[in-house]
């Protein structure tokens, strides 16, 4: 396990700028995910970690050494990527100790003995000769993580290894990871564009957007409080109302006054989150509330998805499955006022 400090990382292709600028440090034992969408820099960061790109500029230290310049055998890393680049000619056990031979990490027992334990770590014992091929997709995604993990590297780098996974497997494996990751306690980077998965995984989240951070944080912290709109919309899907604060009031245009915590007067965006909101015939001691109609509603198992209008504006709701309401009934959109944050 190791320690992971990257100052001032950027990286440029020609005049476009992948990552611009990068400070981050990342704490001996962390789980950590880099969030967002397609072409934000994530997955190029993974890359300059991991040595298969050059930086532009930068930094890159791992349990204090400075790994910049350092090709990819010499830093050490584990890597698992999305497709997990299994050897099809070789047996399970002949890609686990691939790695092994290449650095030429003990004798042929020494690398069997880790082999077996990769495997146990995660639960393939018995699988030593299979060839991928005769393996299932949770399966071949085992052995690539225990390929990452078998010599014992001080960081972990996953690069989307969950994407090709139907979702209840998707959801069994990321139980897989944190137990991994519980016993084990290595430093790991999770590179991911699924804000469930991030939020599920990683005790650290980092944001990112256009090649910089746009918000870092424990889980819990930046989904309660994001610092910017971007952060409010890709944690959660928030709903944003343009407001305008007076005192302890916010004029929300075409659909009336709500209460709100002390903010400076001007323009604000009020952030609401859908599982906050409920509809209503009448509001309860403390809520706000404002004049709704309903445009959709959309059935989601344990719940419903309900599109209200609220003057000229669009919102999410979460509700209960006994919702009684329909499309075209007029309600009452409801929340109590410290759930919600102006930005």
């Known amino acids: 396990m190791a320690e992971l400090r990257v100052d001032g990382l950027s990286k440029r292709f020609g005049a476009a700028v992948a990552l611009d600028g990068v400070d981050l440090a990342i704490r001996d034992g962390a789980f950590v995910a880099l969030l967002g969408p397609s072409g934000c820099g ?36 584990g890597m698992m990527f999305q497709s997990y680049a299994l050897f099809p000619h070789m047996t399970v056990a002949g890609n686990l100790r691939f790695p092994l031979r290449m650095r030429a990490l003990g004798d042929r027992a020494a690398q069997e003995a880790k082999v077996r334990e990769a495997l146990r770590l995660v639960r393939l014992e018995g699988l030593e000769e299979r060839h991928p091929r005769q393996l299932s997709g949770g399966q071949q995604q085992r052995v690539a993580l225990a390929r990452a993990l078998v010599a014992d590297p001080p960081v972990l780098l996953l690069d989307e290894p969950l994407s090709n996974l139907d979702a ?33 995984l990683a005790d650290f989240v980092v944001l990112m957007r ?10 819990r912290e930046i989904y309660a409080r994001p610092a910017t709109a971007f952060a409010a919309r890709f944690l959660g899907a928030a709903n944003l109302v343009p407001v305008v604060v007076r005192g302890d009031l916010a004029e929300v245009e075409g659909a009336g006054h709500v209460p709100v915590e002390a903010a400076q007067d001007g323009p604000r965006q009020l952030v609401l989150r859908q599982e906050d909101l409920a509809l209503r015939d009448a509001t309860r001691a403390g809520e706000a509330s404002l004049p709704a109609r309903v445009v959709a509603i959309a059935f989601h198992g344990p719940g419903l998805r309900v599109v209200v209008e609220a003057g000229p504006h669009r919102l999410d709701v979460l509700a209960p499955p006994d919702l009684a309401l329909r499309p075209g009934d007029a309600a009452l959109l409801c929340w109590q006022p410290g759930k919600a944050l102006l930005l």
């Open 168 to 200: 209840q497997l998707r959801k069994d494996m990321q139980v897989e990871l944190m137990e991994l990751h519980r016993k084990i306690g290595l430093t790991t980077i999770l590179v991911t564009h699924d804000q469930d998965e991030a939020l599920s």
């Open 42 to 77: 994530k997955t190029t960061f993974l890359r300059l970690l991991a040595g298969l790109e050059a930086p532009s500029a930068g930094t890159i230290r791992i349990g204090g050494v400075d790994v910049t310049r350092l090709p990819p055998e010499r830093r050490g890393l």
């Open 210 to 219: 256009a090649g910089r951070i746009e918000q870092a944080g424990p889980p």
